[in-house]
């Protein structure tokens, strides 16, 4: 037995009965008899649900636009209050379908906004839909705005010059054009600006004066009145350096069998300066450093005879001797048969 007392296996070999006693004929007059009323009511009773189903409320979200009025030509918005406003409103399906975030726009008027933080309340009956569409929940409901006074400021252009090539340096300061701008902006943020900067100016592969056009850095909310862009010249030149040598061997030239003897040891510092081009590639091996033995009087009374060193070298017309120690050496003359 079932749950209300009647058993299944009954049931179905009563509705089998019921089948076996109607004839064919008798089913294809009940479906087929009168088939355009038939269908007619079916389209109808179908029109009737779907008009019914159509005209009942529903809900839905939509974004829309929020729109900033009015704001005092002295003041500026500092944050970044929303844009866009989510709402959730209820229509017919009919409305709902066709409603767009064009059809609401949210405008906020701020004719009366002053320097501080303001917040605004939103409420659902501030918002103006389309007839017959209401609005039942916003968000947010609040909206935050900060503003400042609008100020103007002088500032120096400051160029930001890049690294020159290795052996090269900027000489001078790089001339700027213009060398101040005008700055507006937040009272904020203006009154902490004392400079704006250039973008970088590369100087890689430069070996000579230059001048190029780049644009200035910008700050946020900070506009540059006049134009946002400066002339930077910059006097790039080979770097003047110096070489040291130690120690390099002062020889002996054009004895002529003169006898002597060295009271001073053949040893000599020597010092350099030129471009950086020649003075790195300049080695030991490209200098020469000597006394000439022509300059021995040799009949003199004097036995002691200072020579003066000299110095042979590349590059004469790039680079210059800055130091020579000794600048002499001493030699004592021999007599005739004094050795040996």
Do not use: C
């Amino acid at each position: 037995m079932g749950k209300d007392g009647y058993n299944l296996n009954e049931f179905v070999d009563w509705l089998k009965t019921e089948l076996n006693s109607w004839d064919l004929e008798h089913l294809k007059d009940l479906l087929f008899k009168n088939l355009g009323k038939k269908i007619l009511a079916v389209v109808f009773a179908l029109a009737l649900w779907f008009s019914a189903n159509m005209e009942q409320d529903v809900e839905k979200s939509i974004s829309v636009d929020v729109q900033y009025m009015n704001l005092p030509s002295d003041l500026v918005i500092m944050n970044d209050p929303p844009h866009t406003l989510n709402l959730r409103v209820r229509g017919s399906r009919t409305q709902l379908s066709s409603l767009s975030p064009r059809d609401i726009v949210f405008a906020f008027d701020l004719a009366n906004a002053s320097p501080g933080v303001s917040k605004f309340e939103i409420s659902t009956d501030q918002i103006k839909p389309p007839k017959g569409i209401q609005v039942i929940g916003v968000s947010p409901a609040e909206i935050r705005i900060d503003t400042d006074k609008v100020m103007e400021k002088k500032v120096s252009v400051k160029p930001i010059i890049g690294l020159p090539d290795t052996g090269y340096e900027v000489v001078g300061e790089p001339k700027v054009t213009p060398s101040e701008v005008t700055i507006s902006g937040p009272r904020k943020i203006v009154s902490q600006i004392e400079s704006i900067s250039t973008d970088l100016v590369s100087t890689t592969g430069v070996k000579s004066n230059f001048t190029i056009e780049l644009p200035l850095m910008s700050y946020q909310k900070v506009d540059i009145l006049g134009g946002g862009f400066a002339r930077v010249t910059v006097n790039i030149q080979e770097r003047i350096v110096t070489k040291e040598f130690k120690g390099l061997n002062i020889n002996v030239i054009n004895d002529n069998g003169v006898r002597f003897e060295l009271r001073s040891p053949l040893k000599a510092e020597i010092v350099f300066e030129g471009p950086y081009s020649i003075i790195k590639d300049l080695n030991s091996d490209d200098i020469n450093v000597f006394v000439n033995l022509n300059k021995i009087k040799p009949n003199s009374k004097q036995k002691i005879q200072k020579l003066r060193v000299n110095v042979d070298y590349p590059y004469k017309g790039s680079l210059v001797l800055k130091k020579k120690s000794p600048d002499e050496i001493e030699v004592k003359l021999e007599k005739i048969g004094e050795r040996g």
